[in-house]
């Protein structure tokens, strides 16, 4: 039988799956959970052992670029995944200290006043950034990808190791959720602060939001874990044009702004996801540091 060859963002989601497996044995409770991640697994690792089948084959160089877009399709999978931790009860208990932070932020210091003080302007420009972050992680792959086009060369390594930071800190994000089942402050608290300018952005990520989105938690935010963790993997890669690199920062911190004005998590979910896509950085740049040493 022919040895499974995974790229690094292979073997990332292929740990993520596993982690999955086994952590539902401890959420029994958990009234959605049964043997799906089972299945969900070894649906993956056919998947990968087929393509890395065929990528010794004639189609080595379609099967290569595919690979380099797959993680996009698995990372909606183990997101949907998540919906099987959703709990039957929420404890409302760290709800409730969260909600203090967003009191202090949005009202006491007026953070939700400031935005709306140009009428529909920011409110109009912090949607659209929540909505862009579905397709933020597809930007990066395509200007890498570029740049190999330019370039005359394509190198699949900058794609991989793009991948292998931002699925560290989106998964690193989704990996807590089952231990932190919570709700929206939009349905938990939907007095506190609410925003009073609505756009037609509003109303489509709401409408996305029912349509697609999971209810197992809110902690931490994987919206600005996976945003920051774009911008600081192209850091990583594109380091000498990082006009990109600091634009996605800027984004980064607007799609922060975004969660916490839009009621859709709290300011705890922001500041968690920012530090699980700093401990995937940092994890990478020591990765490589210790790997510049070996060599």
Known sequence: MQQLRLRHPEWILTGFFAYIVLLSPFFRDRPRMGVQPLFVMLAMLACFWTLSRLANGAWSKGIEIARDWLPLLLIFAAFREMELFVTRDYNVANEMAWIQWDRLLLIQWRLTAAIESLGKLLPFYLEFCYLLVYGVAAFCVVVLLMDAVNSSKIDHRSVDFFWTVYLLGTLGA????????????????????????????????????????????????????????????????????????????????????????????????????????????????????YANRKS
């Open 174 to 289: 989704y990996a807590l959720f089952p231990f932190f089942p919570s709700e929206p402050p939009r349905y938990a608290f939907p007095d506190v602060a609410a925003p009073t300018v609505i756009t037609w952005v509003r109303h489509l990520n709401l409408w996305i939001l029912g349509k697609a989105t999971i209810h197992s938690g809110v902690f931490p935010s994987a919206h600005v874990s996976s945003a920051f963790s774009c911008a600081w993997a192209m850091f990583f890669v594109r380091a000498r044009r990082p006009i990109v690199c600091w634009a996605l920062v800027v984004y980064a911190i607007s799609v922060s702004t975004a969660t916490v004005y839009g009621r859709y998590h709290y300011a705890a979910d922001v500041l968690a996801g920012f530090a699980v896509s700093l401990a995937a950085a940092g994890i990478v740049y020591c990765g490589r540091a």
